[in-house]
């Protein structure tokens, strides 16, 4: 009867797994389908709930940075994400103090701030160093010359 009960434990966490996408509850289903196994030899409950845990635990802890790696390895960035690293144009003063400032990248004005703290002149050219919320953290560039 045990048995039937873990294998039903492991349906329900792969159905919420395939719903999440999270690698949240594969763990567990691992855990119940090694409980699902002792309770087939016949083990004790308290043996059977000692194994879900203990295998639960052991599989998520050394299992999952490396799933997680894995998985991310093909993550698209979003567009947010995306234009770090990218060069804009000023297109309205950047001032950290009286939080002002935009820049034109892509084709799109974006609020900015300085990521020193100095003030950025129109027409200068910045490359984003990050994001903060929605505004883009952005330096100016060095001019050469």
């Not at 966490?13 to 090694?34: D, H, N, P, Q, R």
């Not at 845990?53 to 979003?78: C, D, G």
């Amino acid at each position: 009867m045990y048995t039937i009960f873990w294998l039903i434990v492991v349906a329900v966490m792969l159905v919420i797994e395939i719903f999440t996408m999270g690698l949240t509850t594969i763990w567990f289903s691992l855990g119940a389908v090694a409980a699902a196994i002792a309770a087939g030899f016949g083990a004790p409950l308290w043996l059977q709930i000692l194994l879900f845990s203990v295998v639960s635990i052991l599989v998520m802890v050394l299992v999952r940075p490396f799933a997680i790696k894995v998985v991310n390895k093909e993550r698209t960035r979003t567009n947010i994400e995306g234009v770090v690293g990218e060069q804009g144009v000023v297109v309205e003063q950047i001032d950290n103090q009286k939080e002002q400032g935009r820049i034109r990248l892509r084709g799109v004005e974006w609020l900015a701030r300085s990521s020193d703290g100095g003030i950025i002149a129109p027409d200068e050219i910045v490359t984003v160093e990050s994001v903060s919320g929605v505004k883009l953290i952005v330096k100016k560039e060095e001019k050469n010359g």
